[in-house]
């Protein structure tokens, strides 16, 4: 079993950074992700790392702004957002898998945390 605890949310305008955290419970051996939700849409992959943080992924909309890592002794993970955009805006979720990959049928989830870019 793995407890995932995102923070780091808020408000920001557009152009500016945040910087969220996942605290993860119990191993670091987990591949990790991120996902956000947006009003009214459906849960999208943003970005996912593998338990040794050699590899990462992607999504298209966020490549080259956001920069996922994390710290295997901290098991904690951070999604590093620049450039925002007011697209951007959703509740991004944290998520633990025995697998590396970017489909949305992740093992463990957190309980969100609010993204808000004012344009």
């Known amino acids: 079993q793995v407890q995932l605890v995102e923070s780091g949310g808020g408000l920001v305008q557009a152009g500016g950074s945040l910087r969220l955290s996942c605290a993860a419970s119990g191993r670091s051996t987990y591949n990790m992700g991120w996902f956000r939700q947006a009003p009214g849409k459906e849960r999208e992959f943003v970005a996912a790392i593998s338990w040794t943080g050699g590899s990462t992924r992607y999504a298209a909309s966020v490549k080259g702004r956001f920069t996922i890592s994390r710290d295997n002794a901290k098991n904690t993970v951070f999604l590093q957002m620049n450039s925002l955009k007011s697209e951007d805006t959703a509740v991004y979720y944290c998520?633990?898998?025995?697998?590396?990959?970017?489909?949305?049928?992740?093992?463990?989830w957190g309980q969100g945390t609010q993204v808000t870019v004012s344009s």
């Open positions: 998520a633990a898998d025995r697998e590396f990959h970017t489909r949305g049928d992740y093992d463990y």
